[in-house]
């Protein structure tokens, strides 16, 4: 392969070398001097269903698949019948068996099902998805997970993916909907964080917005009103060591309050799982 | 009616949106009742929790369902209104979250049941058609229709997967439930056979009763390989006396001759025996229980399903399934006999139109049945890991999700039939009028079939005579006629029977009466 790639001449006379069907062919003289190459021709294949279809063979790999998503399977025919069905039925259990070698591969598939589960019921994009099941993968190399939970991993790495990411979810939403418990949750997350040096600043207020302001009900005015807010309150250095959901919440109450719009204290802490008292404290602040 | 006069009725006929009437009237339904249909079959999810020594079996009971209407989520988690014309830019589905009441509950065999956890969950998106009940232009007036980029006279009817339109085709196949009598040669003599597709609840089955050369009569149907002794086969289902047979068949003198003929050679004379000799045609080699509750597992799940009634006697039902045999062997003699023709199968009265809500409804069966796998191996999963079970945990809403799209976007329906769903043709406003108007017959267009590409003289007033394409799929792809009305099945089966039994049909099973005569299809 290696000589393929490299342009040099042809080994016996140094003359031109020519590519030609996969075979790489002197010029000159003749002499075949490899003949299995990969063609980069344009492959031969018509796009029958319409051309914006790119798909060639099968799904791309994924992150999200313990095998990548290059997994065979065989498959059940209404054809065969008797012996040679049975014969299939043996050679799938076997190779359902084979499929998964060890621990570490089983608690892969585990933790991934997990996280495709929670990223859905959350409706996450898939890039997240991808991201907290690599995640995860690191968090496995990195022999974080001895002695922990892996549902506590497979929300934390969730959680962190959605951090990183820029679209924060709160901690009380991951576990809401996760199988771990919050304090599962935690000890992962901390290990996570700690030895795989996540690049997550603390969440910011505006990350909050655009979802508790649907959950509310409130226009894109009114957001576009508590982003000030929340801009207002970082300047004026209301933000550090406050819950930023809190924070988030007290801004939209505010912003809704100034455009005279339908919502109580209680609503929107409810909407932020915070108190109305975390939210009074910002909100008092921001008046002032 | 004068020219001017027919042209106004035709204008007005047209001007409330029927163009694509058949596939919201079809959608809409299966909305409202189909969903709701499919998930009361299916009722609960059973676990394998319960097993093992010790343990309080588990199991989940599915409840309502709610469609809200199409919105779209995005990543940073808020959630707005969906409209066709940003679905179609923005690459993405046209889908309404689905919602559907689940509980969980443990306990049943020494303890009492306990309601684990109980919540209304999202367990998917369905796709929506442009235009029915769930979709989001559907009461808007044209001004606002142009106002959100909409256009007033898109007719609608089909579905928006991934930012393409497609439309479910509706496909024309043979009445389910239906006796057909016609001809067949085997071993190169002809024979009579008396066909019937039995279906319910999405389950198919071919059920045949053969005349052959000697006269007998011998019935097929699935899980039996071969075919059985007819008069076995009604003996096993209770109808014993060779009199009772005899005059359930005919009355007429020579079919009851041809009958004497069958019961001569009938193998067994009572019904245990019979169920017997089926036993041994099922399950043979096996023990003798195994072979007699599989014999009685047989007939009562895979012969005639069609015939089964919720809240019926076992036995009426049976006592049923032996009258229809009757009937399809009466078939069979009549046309031996040459009393009567062979069925034309090609008859619009043996016709039925699948339309985009009998799919959807197709593909909702196999998706929930994925999900309640999906929802099992979550629960015993968690079990076994000792969790607290609670519904949201249990439920992975992009199963149901990918289920549902996947085949509206590729045409690769359940059941193995492709290019159910093809991309709308935009080339012109009556291309798009003609497509969703478009009905597909499921027979290859590799072979001649040529009495099925013909026109029948009952298509007359339904299907164009004139508009069918060229070439391999000539007569196979057909479209509707102008003032065509499609009807649909009643929506309530139960009370059709009772207004039957009323008007002095007897033996309806499930519904009281006097004497049992067979229900015809």
């Not at chain 2, 232009?137 to 009817?157: N, Q, T």
């Not at chain 2, 609840?201 to 059985?228: D, H, I």
């Not at chain 2, 041994?280 to 195994?290: D, E, L, P, S």
């Not at chain 2, 049976?318 to 006999?337: G, H, I, Q, T």
């Amino acid at each position: 392969m290696s000589e393929a790639r490299s342009p040099q001449g042809c080994p016996e006379c140094d003359g031109h070398l020519g590519f030609e069907a996969g075979e790489t062919v002197c010029t000159d003289c003749g002499l075949v001097v490899s003949e299995y190459r990969i063609d980069h021709g344009p492959e031969w294949r018509s796009f029958a269903d319409d051309d914006r279809n790119p798909a060639r063979t099968g799904a791309p790999l994924t992150r999200s698949r313990h095998d990548r998503g290059l997994s065979t399977e065989i498959g059940r025919s209404t054809r065969i019948k008797g012996r040679k069905r049975r014969q299939f039925a043996r050679m799938r259990r076997q190779h359902n068996r084979a499929r998964i070698s060890t621990k570490r591969e089983r608690n892969q598939v585990y933790a991934f099902t997990e996280i495709r589960r929670v990223t859905s019921a959350l409706s996450l994009p898939n890039h997240i998805r991808d991201q907290a099941c690599s995640l995860f993968e690191s968090a496995q190399n990195e022999d974080l997970l001895r002695g922990r939970s892996l549902e506590g991993f497979a929300a934390a790495c969730v959680y962190a993916a959605c951090r990183v990411a820029g679209v924060s979810r709160s901690v009380e939403e991951v576990c809401d909907v996760s199988k771990a418990t919050e304090s599962e949750h935690q000890a992962a997350y901390g290990a996570l964080n700690r030895d795989l040096g996540l690049p997550v600043a603390p969440a910011d207020p505006t990350e909050y917005l655009p979802r508790f302001a649907t959950k509310l009900g409130l226009d894109s005015d009114t957001e576009r009103r508590a982003r000030e807010y929340v801009a207002d309150a970082r300047d004026e250095g209301l933000v550090g060591g406050k819950n930023p959901c809190g924070v988030a919440a007290a801004c939209l109450y505010t912003a809704a309050r100034d455009r005279g719009e339908d919502c109580t204290q209680a609503e929107a802490a409810d909407v932020a799982d915070v108190t109305p008292v975390t939210l009074r404290k910002t909100y008092v602040a921001l008046r002032e | 009616m004068n020219r001017q006069a027919r042209r106004e009725v035709s204008r007005k006929y047209f001007s409330e949106e029927r163009l694509a009437e058949h596939h919201f009237r079809s959608f809409n339904a299966f909305l409202e009742r189909g969903m709701m249909d499919v998930v009361e079959e299916k009722a609960t999810i059973e676990t394998d929790i319960g097993d093992k020594e010790g343990e309080e079996p588990v199991y989940v009971e599915l409840g309502g369902v709610r469609v809200e209407t199409p919105r779209v989520r995005e990543a940073d988690g808020s959630e707005e209104l969906l409209f066709p014309q940003e679905a179609r830019l923005r690459n993405i589905t046209y889908s309404a979250p689905v919602f559907m009441e689940m509980s969980i509950v443990r306990g049943g065999e020494e303890e009492e049941e306990v309601v684990v956890d109980t919540a209304e969950t999202k367990v998917g998106r369905m796709p929506i058609m442009v235009g029915s009940s769930k979709c989001n232009i559907a009461e808007l007036s044209d001004e606002d229709l142009v106002e959100i980029g909409e256009d007033p006279v898109d007719p609608g009817g089909y579905f928006i997967v991934n930012g393409s339109e497609r439309v479910l085709m509706t496909s024309e196949d043979l009445a389910p439930n239906k006796i057909l009598a016609e001809y067949d040669t085997k071993y190169g003599d002809e024979i009579q056979v008396a066909k019937t597709f039995s279906q319910r609840r999405g389950y198919r089955a071919l059920v045949l009763c053969e005349r052959n050369r000697e006269g007998l009569l011998e019935v097929s149907f699935p899980s039996v390989s071969g075919s059985v002794n007819f008069v076995t086969l009604v003996r096993a289902l209770g109808l014993e006396s060779d009199e009772e047979i005899v005059h359930r068949v005919s009355d007429d003198p020579e079919i009851v001759k041809f009958m004497l003929e069958n019961l001569e050679e009938a193998e067994v004379q009572t019904q245990e025996q019979a169920i017997e000799a089926l036993g041994k045609r099922v399950a043979g080699g096996q023990g003798k229980n195994y072979q007699l509750k599989r014999a009685n597992y047989v007939i009562d799940r895979y012969l005639l399903p069609h015939l089964h009634e919720e809240g019926a006697e076992e036995e009426e039902v049976r006592m049923n399934k032996a009258y229809y045999l009757c009937r399809m062997a009466e078939a069979c003699f009549e046309l031996a006999l040459q009393r009567r023709d062979s069925d034309d199968k090609d008859h619009y009265a043996n016709k039925r139109l699948k339309v985009s809500g009998d799919l959807m409804k197709d593909l909702f069966r196999t998706a929930l049945n994925k999900l309640a796998r999906d929802v099992k191996y979550q629960l015993e999963r968690a079990n076994m890991r000792n969790r607290n079970l609670t519904v949201n945990t249990v439920v992975r809403s992009d199963v149901l999700t990918e289920r549902l799209e996947h085949p509206i976007a590729t045409g690769n329906w359940v059941g193995g039939r492709s290019g159910v769903s093809q991309l709308v043709d935009r080339t012109d406003y009556m291309g798009v009028l003609s497509h969703l108007r478009r009905l597909r017959s499921p027979l290859s267009r590799s072979q001649p079939h040529f009495e099925a590409r013909d026109l029948h003289a009952t298509q007359w007033g339904r299907i164009c005579p004139s508009e069918t394409p060229e070439g391999p799929n000539c007569g196979l792809v057909k479209n509707f006629a102008q003032a065509m009305e499609l009807s649909q099945n009643v929506e309530d089966e139960q009370s059709l029977k009772r207004e039957l039994a009323s008007m002095g049909v007897e033996g309806i099973p499930g519904i009281d009466s006097v004497d049992a005569t067979p229900a015809d299809d």
